[in-house]
């Protein structure tokens, strides 16, 4: 078989003996994303710059806030769902606004009264567009009314069928854009108020993520903190993240290099580089606790490849893999990131497609897979272990539980 130049960027290859090495983390400082709190039973709440981030399960519709968001559809007519609550709440006096106003040239948002709602104004939006720009379009209308309070649903994950991980992140990313551009805003209060329950896990989860690795893209002060690292990484020199090429004879890199050409023996390995993120390194490691305590054993963690094209590597790099690249290749066991036991199988085109040069790029990944069932198309969530308890989920999903490959 031909060879092929392999491009092989592997991420989060480390040993299990960590020493204290010392890096810059976010301190709590306006501009910086703060702590996740949870002030009651079905609501979390944590600081994102000037801005009071929430999440609460609710009837949107008994807010009582400057600015209620109406998730809808495209025309602007939909009943149903939380938009029917809404519109149902509002009275018929906004229903016949939001058919004159869609009828007529507007942005990508119209926006009408409160009618009987405890609000100043309704900002309907479509949700199907882009969430995060949508999002950012929210609050920058609200800052230019000077408002100081909003909330809006789990924008897109009804009728719109979008995944409601990509959802959280994507509301989050907007609220910490608007924070980085915003230093003494108006607007004081974001809420997310959640029709369905099992989403309120889903979005501590986003925010958990924030809360560890805290935005970087802020002007702000930086406090030293002490984080374990791997003992082999390459020092950092109190940066947050390096790539360290490794040479051929090194142990780890024949471990890599072994494992990749038990399938994958046709390929040319072109270069391996170890990717060191502090942060994604914490982040993955309190999980791994998590998962550790939960499951009452250790055994939740496997090296896994995932084949990706050039343009995904950097963000990958600096970001991981936080459902950006969700369904991307594949979603036959559910929508979420895909991750193969033999490295033949994410070198396919589908998955590593070649650059202008030919070369592919592949991860070996830690992935923590914890309990695992049988995934499906459709899934957004692994399922429930017990039907009678639905909060307790399935850690991942799998093609076979007794042979995995995926």
């Not at 270069?271 to 055994?299: C, G, P, T």
């Not at 995932?306 to 995904?312: E, I, K, V, Y």
């Not at 897979?369 to 459709?378: C, E, I, L, M």
């Not at 272990?385 to 093609?399: A, E, G, I, M, Q």
Request: net charge positive; glycine share 6%; aromatic share 8%.
């Amino acid at each position: 078989m031909k060879h092929t130049a392999f491009l092989d960027e592997f991420t989060n290859w480390s040993r299990i003996n960590p020493n204290k090495a010392r890096i810059p983390m976010a301190g709590d400082t306006q501009g910086v994303v703060g702590t996740v709190s949870k002030p009651c039973f079905t609501a979390y709440e944590m600081k994102i710059g000037a801005i009071t981030f929430q999440v609460a399960t609710g009837d949107i519709a008994t807010e009582q806030v400057d600015v209620i968001v109406n998730s809808t559809a495209r025309t602007f007519n939909r009943k149903s769902g939380v938009s029917r609550a809404i519109l149902e709440g509002a009275g018929q006096a906004v229903e016949s606004e939001c058919a004159v106003l869609a009828a007529q040239p507007h942005r990508d948002f119209i926006i009408t009264p409160g009618g009987c709602l405890k609000c100043k104004i309704i900002i309907h939006v479509p949700g199907g567009k882009d969430v995060r720009k949508t999002v950012t379009s929210v609050l920058e209308e609200c800052e230019q009314r000077k408002y100081t309070s909003v909330s809006l649903p789990a924008i897109g994950t009804g009728n719109a069928g979008k995944n409601p991980i990509t959802v959280a992140d994507n509301i989050i990313d907007a609220i910490v854009d608007f924070s980085s551009q915003h230093s003494t805003p108006s607007l004081k209060t974001v809420k997310v108020v959640i029709f369905q329950p099992e989403l309120l896990n889903i979005f501590y989860d986003s925010m958990k993520k924030r809360d560890l690795s805290a935005s970087l893209n802020f002007q702000s002060t930086f406090s030293m903190t002490t984080c374990n690292l791997p003992e082999h990484w390459t020092d950092m020199n109190h940066q947050l993240f390096c790539m360290v090429q490794l040479e051929p004879g090194q142990s780890e890199y024949n471990t890599i290099k072994d494992k990749f050409t038990r399938t994958c023996s046709s390929y040319a390995i072109e270069k391996i580089e170890r990717i060191q993120n502090a942060f994604l390194w914490q982040s993955y490691q309190v999980k791994k606790r998590q998962m550790d305590i939960k499951n009452d054993h250790k055994n939740n963690e496997r090296l896994l490849f995932h084949g990706t094209d050039a343009d995904s590597v950097p963000y990958v790099n600096q970001h991981g893999f936080n459902r950006s690249c969700a369904g991307k290749n594949a979603v036959s066991y559910g929508k979420g990131t895909y991750f193969a036991v033999d490295a033949s199988y994410s070198a396919k085109d589908t998955y590593s497609k070649p650059d202008s040069n030919g070369r592919k790029h592949m991860y070996v990944v830690r992935v923590l897979t914890g309990v695992f069932t049988k995934g499906r198309a459709g899934l957004v969530t692994p399922p429930p272990k017990n039907p009678h308890n639905p909060t307790d989920l399935f850690d991942s999903v799998t093609n076979n539980t007794r042979s995995p490959k995926l």
